[in-house]
C-alpha cells in the first residue's frame, strides 16, 4: 500500500522523517506495506475487528445510543519504538514510580518532604484524595503503587513527555495483550523476521507480584470488580482468568473477625490478596462512602489488620492529582537524589497568584484541566475553543482555583493510521505499564491511543480514541 | 467455586439447552408443514402451547401464521424465552463468569449472540424458508457443547453447566411430548395413517429420538412412544436419563460417592428419579398422561429451588438481595 503524499505535517511522526524519510525502526514494516495491497490492508483490518468483536473485546459506555458495548477501534499499523529509546523511557519510568512509592509513603507517615517545604502540605493533607484512614499505615512490603500506568507523548522535539501519572487502578492491559495476539496474525512473518518483544506473560508476572504480597505460601488471589456495568468489565475478568484466579464482586465477600472470606458453594474461604479495580472511597461503606454498594463492610478493618493485601493500596490518588504533578521532578530530586530522566510537562498551577493570572492572559494558548478529573473530561483545549469556552473556564477557575491547572499545548507525535481515505497520520499517545513487585518492571509493551479523527488531540476511548499495539524492538 | 459464580452456570446451562431447544422444535415443525395437506397447514399453536408461553403469545397477536409464530419463539425480545432472550441471557451469564469458560466458549457464546442480531437484522421471520438459520443457530450450540467437552475440567463449575442442562432438557422433553400428546390421542380412527405417522415422526424429531426409537420400537404406537419419551434408560434426552445425569451431577457437587442424599436437592431428585425408574406406562397413562407430566414439571421447579438454596444463596452483607432468574 502507498504511502507516498503521506503528510507528516509539523508533527513529529513516528514512521517518517520530515523530508518524508522512512526511519530505521519501521523499514522492515515498511517493506510489509509497499508489497501488501490496499484492499488486503482493509481486509487485515476487517478481520481485525472482526476477531474483537467476537472475543468480545468491549468497554462500556453510557449516554450513548449506540448500545452499552463498543469496541475499542485497533489500527492494525502498529506503533514501533527502537529499542535504545524504550531503554531510556524504562529508566525513567522505574525512577518515577520508585520516587511516588516513597512519596506515598512519607506523607502518610514522617511527612518529611512537606516539613521541608519541598511539596506545600495544603495541597497534600487537604486533597480529597488524601486518606485520613491511611494515616500511620504501611502497606504491606511497603509497596502502594503496584499497578501504575503512566500516560505520555512526544512532542514536535522528538522527546517523551510525562503527561500523568495514574496510579489509579489503571485500565487498558488487556488491550495491550489482546491487541498483540490480533495483530500477529495480521504480520506473522515480520515477527520472525523483526522480533518484537513479547508482552504475553504480563498476567503471570501480576500474579507472581500480588502473590509476593502475602506470606503465605499459596496465597489466594482475587480480582475485585465494581460488576459487569463498569467500562472496564471485560478487563477485569480477562486478567482474571489470564492469572487463573477468582473475580469477585462485593457481594461474594464477607468479613468476620477482621477476615475476609469469599462465600462459596463449599461454604467460607479466606482471601488473602486483592487486586481491587474498585475506587478507595468505595471499598469500604464503614470507612468511606457510606453509600457505596460496591464494596465490602469491613474490609479497610481487615486491611489495617494485615489480613488482606490491596492492590493499589488504598490512598495513593493523592500522588496523581494533576497539581501534585507539577512536583514530581522536586520529589525525585528529593528522595532519590537524581535528576529526573523523563520531562514533565511544563505545568501553571492555578492555585499560585502568579501562574493563575498567566493562564487567564494565555488561556487561548493553554490546556487547562481539572486537577480531579480523568477521560478527556473536564478540559480545555485553548486553541481549538470558541471565544465562550475561554470565558467560561477564566469564570471556572477564578470560582475555584485550586482546582485548575494549565500546560502548554503540547504537539502529540503521530503514526500512519488506516482510514478510508488512505494512510493518514493520526495523533497518539502512550501508556506502558509498570509492575512493582519484589523489583520495579516496566512491561516492554504499552497501550498506544489514537485519535481517531483526522487532527483531534483527543485520544480518550470514551470521546473517539482507538488504540493501537505497540512494538518494542530488541 | 464462588456461589454467584455457580448459580451464572447453571443458568448458562439451562438458557443455552432451551435455545438449542426452540431452535430444533421449529426446524421439525416446519419440516412437518410441509408434508401437510394443504387445508392443514399452519399447524403452529401447539408448538406455542407447548412452550407454556400461548397466554403471553396472545397478548401480542392475532392468529398463528408462520411468521408471527417464529418471531415470537426465535426474536420477539418481549417473549423471555424466545431464542434471542435466552440467548442472551445465556451470554449475559457467561460474560458475568468469563473467567471460569475456556475462551472458546465464551467466544461460541459470543458469536452465538451475534449470529441471533445478525437474524433479527434481516428478518428472518420473513424467509419462505428459514430453517437454514435455525440449523446455523443448533449447530453453533452443539459446537460450543462439543469445545465445552474437550475442553473443560472436570470440576464444580462443569457439574452446574450440566445440572442446569439436563434439568431443563427433562422440563423440554416433558413439554412437548404433554402438548404433542394430546393434540395426536383423539385422532384414534387416524391411528396408521399416514398423516397419523407424520405427526409422531415430527414429535419423534422434535427431541431428536426418531430413529433410536425405530431401533427400539419398530412400530409407532402412543404407549410406547411416552414409555421411550419417559423412561428409557439409555436415550439422552427421556426424562429419565436427563433426571438420572442430573442426579450424579448434584452427587459430584458434593463429593456424595455413597448414594441416598447429603441435602434437600439431592434427596429430591432422588425421589424423583427413582419415581421414573420404577414406574410403568400403563399406570401413568391410566393415571392421566398430562397429570403425571404437569406433576413432574413442579417437582422439576422445586428441585431447581432446592438448588439454589442449598449452593447459591449468598449471605447479603448490604441489604440489597439479588434476584432469581426462571
Same mark, same amino acid.
Given at each position: 500500500m502507498k504511502t507516498e503524499g503521506y503528510k507528516s505535517g509539523e508533527h513529529y511522526d513516528e514512521m517518517f522523517t520530515p523530508e518524508g524519510k522512512t526511519r530505521a525502526h519501521y523499514l522492515e514494516f515498511s517493506e510489509?506495506?509497499?508489497?501488501?495491497?490496499?484492499?488486503?490492508?482493509?481486509?487485515?483490518?476487517?478481520?481485525?475487528?472482526?476477531?474483537?468483536?467476537?472475543?468480545?473485546?468491549?468497554?462500556?459506555?453510557?449516554?450513548?445510543?449506540?448500545?452499552?458495548?463498543?469496541?475499542?477501534?485497533?489500527?492494525?499499523?502498529?506503533?514501533?519504538?527502537?529499542?535504545?529509546?524504550?531503554?531510556?523511557?524504562?529508566?525513567?519510568?522505574?525512577?518515577?514510580?520508585?520516587?511516588?512509592?516513597?512519596?506515598?509513603?512519607?506523607?502518610?507517615?514522617?511527612?518529611?518532604?512537606?516539613?521541608?517545604?519541598?511539596?506545600?502540605?495544603?495541597?497534600?493533607?487537604?486533597?480529597?484524595?488524601?486518606?485520613?484512614?491511611?494515616?500511620?499505615?504501611?502497606?504491606?512490603?511497603?509497596?502502594?503503587?503496584?499497578?501504575?500506568?503512566?500516560?505520555?507523548?512526544?512532542?514536535?522535539?522528538?522527546?517523551?513527555?510525562?503527561?500523568?501519572?495514574?496510579?489509579?487502578?489503571?485500565?487498558?492491559?488487556?488491550?495491550?495483550?489482546?491487541?498483540?495476539?490480533?495483530?500477529?496474525?495480521?504480520?506473522?512473518?515480520?515477527?520472525?523476521?523483526?522480533?518484537?518483544?513479547?508482552?504475553?506473560?504480563?498476567?503471570?508476572?501480576?500474579?507472581?507480584?500480588?502473590?509476593?504480597?502475602?506470606?503465605?505460601?499459596?496465597?489466594?488471589?482475587?480480582?475485585?470488580?465494581?460488576?459487569?456495568?463498569?467500562?472496564?468489565?471485560?478487563?477485569?475478568?480477562?486478567?482474571?482468568?489470564?492469572?487463573?484466579?477468582?473475580?469477585?464482586?462485593?457481594?461474594?465477600?464477607?468479613?468476620?473477625?477482621?477476615?475476609?472470606?469469599?462465600?462459596?458453594?463449599?461454604?467460607?474461604?479466606?482471601?488473602?490478596?486483592?487486586y481491587r479495580r474498585i475506587d478507595d472511597t468505595f471499598l469500604d461503606p464503614l470507612t468511606f462512602n457510606p453509600d457505596s454498594m460496591l464494596g465490602v463492610p469491613g474490609l479497610f478493618e481487615a486491611y489495617k489488620a494485615g489480613n488482606i493485601a490491596l492492590a493499589n493500596a488504598p490512598g495513593t490518588g493523592v500522588a496523581d492529582d494533576k497539581a501534585v504533578y507539577a512536583y514530581v521532578p522536586k520529589i525525585i530530586k528529593y528522595y532519590l537524589n537524581e535528576e529526573p530522566i523523563l520531562n514533565n510537562v511544563p505545568t501553571y498551577l492555578c492555585r499560585e497568584e502568579a501562574d493563575r493570572q498567566y493562564v487567564l492572559d494565555h488561556i487561548d494558548e493553554l490546556v487547562v484541566k481539572e486537577t480531579n478529573a480523568a477521560g478527556g473530561y473536564g478540559m480545555l483545549?485553548?486553541?481549538?475553543?470558541?471565544?465562550?469556552?475561554?470565558?467560561?473556564?477564566?469564570?471556572?477557575?477564578?470560582?475555584?482555583?485550586?482546582?485548575?491547572?494549565?500546560?502548554?499545548?503540547?504537539?502529540?507525535?503521530?503514526?500512519?493510521?488506516?482510514?478510508?481515505?488512505?494512510?493518514?497520520?493520526?495523533?497518539?499517545?502512550?501508556?506502558?505499564?509498570?509492575?512493582?513487585?519484589?523489583?520495579?518492571?516496566?512491561?516492554?509493551?504499552?497501550?498506544?491511543?489514537?485519535?481517531?479523527?483526522?487532527?483531534?488531540?483527543?485520544?480518550?476511548?470514551?470521546?473517539?480514541?482507538?488504540?493501537?499495539?505497540?512494538?518494542?524492538?530488541? | 467455586m464462588l456461589s454467584r459464580v455457580a448459580n451464572h452456570i447453571y443458568w448458562l446451562g439451562r438458557y443455552l439447552e432451551r435455545a438449542e431447544n426452540y431452535a430444533r422444535f421449529i426446524d421439525v415443525n416446519f419440516n412437518l408443514m410441509q408434508d401437510l395437506p394443504v387445508d392443514m397447514k399452519e399447524q403452529w399453536m401447539p408448538l406455542v402451547a407447548a412452550t407454556g408461553d400461548l397466554e403471553l403469545y396472545n397478548q401480542h397477536n392475532d392468529g398463528f401464521d408462520s411468521k408471527k409464530v417464529l418471531f415470537f419463539l426465535a426474536f420477539d425480545e418481549r417473549n423471555p424465552n424466545s431464542i434471542l432472550s435466552t440467548v442472551r441471557s445465556a451470554r449475559e451469564n457467561a460474560r458475568i463468569i468469563r473467567e471460569n469458560l475456556s475462551k472458546e466458549t465464551w467466544e461460541k457464546s459470543n458469536e452465538l449472540y451475534y449470529m441471533l442480531l445478525e437474524g433479527v437484522e434481516k428478518k428472518i421471520w420473513k424467509k419462505e424458508d428459514p430453517r437454514a438459520f435455525f440449523e446455523k443457530v443448533k449447530n453453533q450450540i452443539l459446537l460450543l457443547y462439543g469445545i465445552a467437552d474437550s475442553s473443560l475440567a472436570r470440576?464444580? =463449575?462443569?457439574?452446574?453447566?450440566?445440572?442446569?442442562?439436563?434439568? $431443563? @432438557? +427433562?422440563?423440554?422433553?416433558? &413439554?412437548?411430548?404433554?402438548?404433542?400428546?394430546?393434540?395426536?390421542?383423539?385422532?384414534?380412527?387416524?391411528?396408521?395413517?399416514?398423516?397419523?405417522?407424520?405427526?409422531?415422526?415430527?414429535?419423534?424429531?422434535?427431541?431428536?429420538?426418531?430413529?433410536?426409537?425405530?431401533?427400539?420400537?419398530?412400530?409407532?404406537?402412543?404407549?410406547?412412544?411416552?414409555?421411550?419419551?419417559?423412561?428409557?434408560?439409555?436415550?439422552?434426552?427421556?426424562?429419565?436419563?436427563?433426571?438420572?445425569?442430573?442426579?450424579?451431577?448434584?452427587?459430584?457437587?458434593? =463429593?456424595?460417592?455413597?448414594?441416598?442424599?447429603?441435602?434437600?436437592? $439431592? @434427596? +429430591?431428585?432422588?425421589?424423583? &428419579?427413582?419415581?421414573?425408574e420404577f414406574g410403568d406406562v400403563g399406570e401413568i397413562i391410566a393415571y392421566g398422561l398430562h397429570e403425571y407430566l404437569d406433576e413432574l414439571q413442579i417437582k422439576i421447579n422445586s428441585i431447581s429451588n432446592c438448588i439454589n438454596s442449598n449452593y447459591f444463596i449468598i449471605r447479603d452483607n448490604f441489604s440489597s438481595q439479588s434476584t432469581p432468574q426462571e
Open positions: 510489509t506495506l509497499k508489497k501488501t495491497t490496499a484492499k488486503k490492508m482493509h481486509h487485515l483490518q476487517f478481520s481485525a475487528n472482526q476477531t474483537q468483536r467476537s472475543m468480545g473485546m468491549t468497554f462500556n459506555v453510557y449516554h450513548d445510543n449506540q448500545g452499552l458495548e463498543k469496541i475499542l477501534h485497533l489500527d492494525i499499523i502498529p506503533r514501533i519504538i527502537p529499542n535504545e529509546e524504550w531503554r531510556k523511557l524504562e529508566a525513567g519510568l522505574k525512577q518515577r514510580t520508585n520516587a511516588l512509592n516513597m512519596f506515598l509513603q512519607d506523607i502518610y507517615n514522617e511527612r518529611k518532604i512537606l516539613k521541608d517545604g519541598i511539596v506545600p502540605s495544603d495541597l497534600i493533607l487537604k486533597s480529597k484524595d488524601y486518606l485520613e484512614a491511611c494515616v500511620g499505615l504501611t502497606p504491606p512490603k511497603g509497596i502502594w503503587c503496584h499497578i501504575t500506568g503512566t500516560d505520555l507523548v512526544k512532542a514536535k522535539d522528538g522527546e517523551y513527555y510525562i503527561l500523568e501519572d495514574n496510579l489509579r487502578c489503571p485500565s487498558g492491559v488487556s488491550y495491550m495483550l489482546e491487541s498483540r495476539e490480533i495483530i500477529k496474525r495480521a504480520y506473522p512473518q515480520l515477527f520472525y523476521k523483526r522480533g518484537v518483544m513479547p508482552v504475553s506473560n504480563y498476567p503471570a508476572k501480576l500474579l507472581r507480584m500480588l502473590q509476593n504480597l502475602s506470606d503465605k505460601p499459596k496465597p489466594v488471589v482475587g480480582v475485585l470488580t465494581p460488576g459487569i456495568y463498569n467500562s472496564a468489565y471485560y478487563e477485569h475478568s480477562y486478567l482474571a482468568l489470564q492469572m487463573g484466579v477468582e473475580l469477585v464482586s462485593g457481594v461474594d465477600l464477607i468479613v468476620e473477625n477482621k477476615i475476609v472470606y469469599m462465600q462459596t458453594t463449599q461454604g467460607l474461604q479466606q482471601i488473602d490478596v486483592l483545549i485553548g486553541p481549538k475553543a470558541t471565544k465562550e469556552e475561554h470565558d467560561k473556564f477564566r469564570e471556572l477557575i477564578k470560582g475555584n482555583p485550586t482546582n485548575y491547572i494549565a500546560q502548554p499545548t503540547l504537539s502529540l507525535s503521530t503514526v500512519p493510521t488506516l482510514t478510508e481515505d488512505g494512510i493518514e497520520g493520526r495523533h497518539v499517545d502512550l501508556r506502558p505499564y509498570i509492575l512493582y513487585g519484589q523489583e520495579i518492571e516496566v512491561i516492554p509493551g504499552a497501550l498506544t491511543r489514537v485519535a481517531l479523527k483526522k487532527g483531534s488531540l483527543v485520544v480518550n476511548s470514551s470521546q473517539g480514541g482507538g488504540s493501537k499495539d505497540t512494538w518494542v524492538l530488541y | 470440576t464444580e =463449575g462443569w457439574y452446574f453447566r450440566q445440572l442446569g442442562q439436563f434439568l $431443563e @432438557r +427433562a422440563d423440554k422433553t416433558s &413439554r412437548i411430548l404433554d402438548v404433542k400428546y394430546h393434540i395426536l390421542l383423539p385422532s384414534e380412527d387416524e391411528i396408521g395413517t399416514p398423516l397419523d405417522f407424520l405427526h409422531w415422526m415430527a414429535l419423534l424429531k422434535s427431541v431428536t429420538a426418531f430413529n433410536t426409537y425405530r431401533r427400539v420400537y419398530g412400530n409407532i404406537a402412543p404407549a410406547s412412544v411416552v414409555e421411550f419419551l419417559v423412561m428409557n434408560k439409555y436415550f439422552p434426552r427421556s426424562i429419565y436419563y436427563c433426571i438420572k445425569e442430573a442426579e450424579s451431577c448434584l452427587h459430584h457437587i458434593s =463429593g456424595n460417592s455413597e448414594g441416598g442424599f447429603n441435602n434437600s436437592a $439431592e @434427596r +429430591a431428585i432422588g425421589e424423583l &428419579r427413582s419415581k421414573l
